[in-house]
């Protein structure tokens, strides 16, 4: 009984002969293919933790400010919020000091212990 499934090329799909375990017509397939494989962005466990922390960060400036464009915080209820200030995505300085960002949302410091969150310009300029 005719049970083989048709073999192909993980590359170029071509059907393969010869060895059973082969998965590629050849190394010049193999090597396209891994170097396809290496151009899709996967992120290290490291860089996920910052991009989690980025996002809650964004989060708690999100449930703070809610749907205004700027309201004036205690910096602790940032932090009651599990808010770390070691993480943002950028800076932008501007008229009434420079502002840290998360993502879209970022705050400016008003003293020591009080901070003004603000929505970013959707006219933002990124390189
Ligand atoms: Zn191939």
Not at 10 to 17: E, H, I, N, Q, Y
Not at 29 to 36: A, D
Not at 73 to 96: A, I, K, M, T
């Amino acid at each position: 009984m005719e049970t083989s499934l048709k073999r192909v090329c993980r590359f170029c799909g071509d059907p393969l002969r010869g060895r059973t375990d082969k998965a590629f017509c050849d190394g010049r397939c193999r090597n396209q293919y891994h170097n396809r494989k290496q151009k899709v962005p996967v992120l290290s466990e490291s860089a996920k933790r910052v991009q989690r922390q980025l996002i809650k960060n964004r989060r708690v400036l999100q449930e703070l400010l809610r749907d205004r464009s700027r309201c004036l915080v205690e910096r602790d209820q940032l932090l009651l919020r599990g808010f770390s200030f070691d993480f943002f995505s950028h800076c932008r300085s501007g008229r009434g000091g420079a502002v840290v960002f998360c993502l879209d949302l970022g705050y400016r410091k008003k003293s020591a212990r009080k901070l003004e969150i603000v929505r970013q310009p959707e006219t933002i300029s990124v390189l």
